[in-house]
């Protein structure tokens, strides 16, 4: 069964530190979303690309974070310079023309 | 703004129980409703889902029914297991426009008893 994978799994960093989370969706879904969840809290979007174009990152904060798909497959999360409040897990998903979005298992990330 | 209310947990019932779990939403147009369940160490997988007014969504015993008079989106099952612990989402995707991303609600942890 395809699967959305990502890569790390967990992310320990120091504040002021870069981290980058990577997102390959399910084969041939052209939609690909960035979602944070905040521990206790339901995940809210972060960003939306269409194949390789962003729809949506009106919730981005684009003072620190980053997002691309640059050949409209996989995606890459960036935050730079990391704060503590960025701890919570990063969730990718993927769907295929406008159907469900399939998630994958997340990264939790950690910042000291 | 798009919003999704529901309860608050954790909800603790023992086995065989009854569920519910209250959602309610805010959005303009005709939204499309869904219900998520994330069990403990994985991703959130959908478990049903509604596209218009008075559809009801079922999966796996769970059932709810999209009340537009209302605005809600109420998660039913008639007899809980323990494998049904876990956490619950209500979202909601916004009609029309490419700009499709979900909006979920807090979530409800949901601890069934033997």
């Known amino acids: 069964e395809a699967e959305v994978a990502q890569s790390p799994r967990y992310k320990i960093t120091e504040k002021s530190q870069a981290v980058a989370f990577w997102c390959d969706p399910i084969s041939g879904h052209a939609t690909l979303y960035w979602y944070r969840q905040i521990l206790g809290q339901g995940p809210e979007l972060l960003v939306q690309f269409q194949d390789e174009s962003v729809v949506d990152d009106s919730q981005l904060p684009k003072d620190r974070f980053s997002a691309e798909r640059l050949k409209g497959v996989d995606s890459t999360l960036k935050i730079q310079p990391a704060e503590l409040g960025d701890s919570a897990m990063y969730l990718c998903?993927?769907?295929?023309?406008?159907?469900?979005?399939?998630f994958g298992p997340g990264t939790r990330l950690t910042v000291l | 703004g798009n919003s999704v209310t529901q309860m608050e947990g954790p909800v603790t019932l023992s086995e065989e129980a009854f569920l519910t779990i209250n959602c309610t939403y805010t959005a303009t147009g005709y939204p499309s409703l869904f219900w998520y369940v994330q069990y403990p160490g994985e991703g959130l997988q959908l478990l049903l889902k509604a596209t218009k007014a008075d559809d009801k969504g079922s999966n796996k015993g769970f059932e709810a029914t999209y009340r537009k008079e209302t605005t809600s989106f109420h998660l039913e099952k008639g007899s809980v297991q323990v494998s049904d612990s876990a956490v619950y989402f209500c979202?909601?995707?916004?009609?029309?426009?490419?700009?499709?991303?979900?909006?979920f609600g807090k979530g409800t942890h949901l601890i069934i008893q033997p």
């Open positions: 979202a909601l995707k916004a009609s029309g426009g490419g700009a499709d991303g979900l909006t």
């Open positions: 998903a993927s769907s295929g023309q406008g159907r469900e979005q399939f």
